[in-house]
């Protein structure tokens, strides 16, 4: 069986490394965690994997298909744990209207 998540050699950098050559394959039924101390990546992990970063060196395949296929956008979703790295006022509706063009096919009619 193809694995849900398969990331192969995945490096983001900053002013330095961040992310180095990253191989992780996560299967159908597992649980997976990221822990790390503040600055070693997760959220930077998290955005590539949501489609809103790019990686400079890479792989990201999601059921053996890349994000920038259409129909992962309604398979695949994420909880921000905070608000911290939103404004403060950034609203619900603000915030779906941030990222609905990120979507081609966004429906407005399902979100309201």
Do not use: C, H
Not at 68 to 83: C, P, Q
């Amino acid at each position: 069986m193809e694995p849900v998540l398969n990331i192969s050699n995945l490096s983001i950098s900053f002013e330095k490394p961040l992310l180095d050559q990253l191989n992780l394959q996560i299967n159908a039924g597992e649980f997976v965690t990221l822990m790390g101390e503040t600055g070693s990546g997760k959220t930077t992990l998290m955005e590539v994997l949501m489609g809103t970063r790019r990686p400079a060196e890479g792989n990201v395949r999601f059921w053996g298909r890349t994000f920038e296929s259409n129909d992962l956008n309604r398979k695949i979703g994420w909880v921000v744990s905070s608000r911290e790295n939103y404004p403060p006022f950034l609203s619900v509706d603000g915030f779906l209207k941030v990222l609905s063009p990120l979507y081609s096919d966004w429906d407005w009619k399902f979100t309201r």
